[in-house]
């Protein structure tokens, strides 16, 4: 799996939980704790992400972001093609 994909997968399964995935907003703390990838590598991601409409990230005093329903479903299509690789 790609950094991109697996960032994006990080992100749908964090959001899994909350009742509107979409509208929950992380901190880079979230990610960097659970992916085994350096924070430079993970935040080109979330540009490239954020370029394909499937990121929003907000600059304010601490960077945050969001997986949007075309990341979600996305990613949903990843986990798919795992499992039926597998």
Do not use: N
């Not at 703390?29 to 499937?54: K, V």
């Amino acid at each position: 799996m790609e950094h991109k994909e697996l960032v994006l997968s990080t992100l749908a399964q964090m959001a899994k939980g909350s009742t509107q995935p979409s509208l929950y907003q992380f901190i880079p703390r979230e990610l960097i704790l659970r992916l085994p990838i350096d924070w430079s590598i993970i935040y080109s991601c979330l540009c490239l992400l954020e370029e394909e409409e499937m990121v929003q990230i907000f600059h304010a005093d601490t960077i945050k972001f969001s997986i949007t329903q075309k990341g979600i479903e996305t990613a949903m299509e990843f986990q798919k093609q795992d499992i039926s690789q597998s």
